[in-house]
């Protein structure tokens, strides 16, 4: 038997997801209308899988780190509309294991709550094809982490950190920065080597987490 607490603020949506969990195999022990909910229900029950739609009114991604900070064992399987890549990337290393769209299928629904409630992660095709269109390996996520020495960046660097978490190439940084492009892929290894990561979606994480920048700029920007 599977413990199960759905998280979204969406009646309909949760109306639909009891009816996909109404096998034995699963019990829904809580439903969740908002991040204080949530919470009082980890205190209160002891849910093997939390199924959550963190883009839904009264909830953030911040409810997942919260949840699991009070119960570690928790495990969440990310439902919403598909996201940004870095967005999906965001809630992953917040702490959702497993992550599907609203519009997949009943039986991969399931699959995501039964695989992660087995301590495996499951993604379904969009949400791997998304991810892997922005250059990031699923598997190495979690080895992107940032350091929590404090990183010594120059005024320089943290100009060009925000120009490249906005999307522009190392030619546009030249163009507008009047260096060469030989300066500005040097100020990028020195950057990366600085913040211990090894791609650009590194670089970009760790400016949204120092919020020199949102996720939604670098994307809109990619896409131009």
């Known amino acids: 038997m599977i413990n199960l607490i759905l998280a979204d603020s969406t009646e309909l949506s949760r109306i ?7 096998d034995s195999e699963f019990q829904i022990i809580g439903e969740a209308t908002c991040t204080e909910e949530l919470l009082d229900q980890v205190k209160t029950f002891a849910p093997d899988v939390v199924m959550i739609d963190y883009t839904s009114d009264g909830f953030t991604i911040d409810a997942v780190p919260a949840a699991k900070s009070i119960n570690s064992n ?10 940004s890549a870095q967005t999906l990337v965001h809630a992953i290393k917040s702490g959702v294991t497993s992550y599907i769209k609203k519009d997949c299928s009943l039986e991969e629904i399931k699959n995501a709550v039964v695989e ?23 598997e190495m996520i979690e080895e992107v982490d940032f350091s929590c020495d404090p990183v010594m960046l120059s005024d320089r ?8 978490a906005e999307g522009m190439t190392n030619a546009a940084i030249s163009d507008k ?9 040097t100020h990028r290894k020195n ?19 120092e919020k020199y920048t949102s996720p939604n700029k670098y994307l809109f920007s990619a896409e131009n």
């Open 16 to 22: 639909g997801l009891r009816t996909i969990f109404k």
């Open 74 to 83: 928790i495990r969440f399987v990310g439902i919403t509309p598909l996201q």
């Open 116 to 138: 992660t409630s087995n301590n495996n992660s499951f993604f379904c095709g969009q949400i791997l094809e998304t991810i892997r269109e922005e250059g990031i390996d699923v």
């Open 157 to 164: 660097e943290r100009e060009i950190i925000t120009m490249i």
């Open 177 to 185: 920065l009047f260096l060469s492009k030989h300066t500005v892929n």
């Open 191 to 209: 950057i990366m080597a600085k913040l211990g990561v090894k791609n650009t979606a590194g670089i970009v994480m760790y400016a949204v987490k």
